[in-house]
């Protein structure tokens, strides 16, 4: 079946660090790719996203690569803000079963001053 | 406009009560999930609707009960929970369930924080 699986967390940066978070996914078929972030109290909030090899999504200064000879979609951003802090859930979709999702487990990111 | 609105935001019930979950969303989306989140961990998905009809259900115990009224809408009845139903409940909606690529990235609402004692 299909499997995301994220880099343990929590990732602790100062502000302005460079971030990245892994992702490698399992699926058998062609899987559309989503990072969605978490803020503490809230809902998801898409953050960004790919739907085939090589795409690149990107949003707010974030983005991620589609790579399909790796089967990875890691999370990056140049320079992180103490509003970044959040749990990051990177997501699969494999539309020939249906629009459901698969989750990884989440990433918490702390940034600090 | 991506939104989806829920509520109510928090919600404390005792296992005897009946209480729901309301959903909205004007995207003209034809498919809307519920799901249940525990605290740090994924969301894990309990319901889906497919133009108003219910399409999966996760096994989900009958205490559940969703509710379609129409497409914008969505609702999800609460009747003699436990208290290991606590959680945040999600709902989210898609373009569609079956449409495949570019029509099913998920919107998601903010969640109704759900407490029963």
């Known amino acids: 079946g299909d499997s995301v699986t994220q880099m343990e967390g929590p990732v602790t940066l100062s502000e302005e660090a460079f971030l990245t978070i892994n992702c490698t996914y399992t699926?058998?078929?062609?899987?559309?790719l989503f990072w969605y972030v978490q803020y503490p109290g809230e809902g998801l909030q898409l953050l960004l996203k790919?739907?085939?090899?090589?795409d690149k999504g990107s949003n707010k200064g974030f983005e991620a690569t589609y790579r399909k000879e790796t089967t990875s979609f890691h999370l990056e951003k140049g320079s992180v803000q103490v509003s970044d802090s959040a749990v990051y859930f990177c997501a699969l979709s494999d539309s020939g079963t249906a629009s459901k999702l698969t989750f990884g487990t989440g990433t918490r990111l702390q940034v600090t001053l | 406009d991506t939104e989806v609105t829920q509520t109510p935001k928090h919600l404390v019930m005792g296992m005897t009560n009946k209480k729901s979950l309301k959903c909205e969303q004007h995207m003209g989306h034809r498919a809307m999930y519920w799901y249940k989140q525990k605290a740090k961990k994924p969301p894990e998905l309990m319901f889906v609707y497919s133009y108003e009809k219910l399409s999966i259900n996760e096994s989900v115990p009958s205490r559940f009960s969703p509710e379609c009224p129409n497409s914008s809408l969505l609702n999800l009845h609460l009747h003699a929970l436990q208290p290991e139903d606590s959680a945040l409940y999600l709902c989210?909606?898609?373009?569609?369930?079956?449409?495949?690529?570019?029509?099913?990235?998920?919107?998601f609402g903010p969640g109704t924080r759900l407490l029963v004692l």
């Open positions: 989210a909606s898609s373009q569609d369930l079956w449409g495949g690529v570019g029509q099913e990235t998920q919107y």
């Open positions: 790919a739907t085939k090899a090589d």
């Open positions: 699926a058998t078929g062609y899987p559309s």
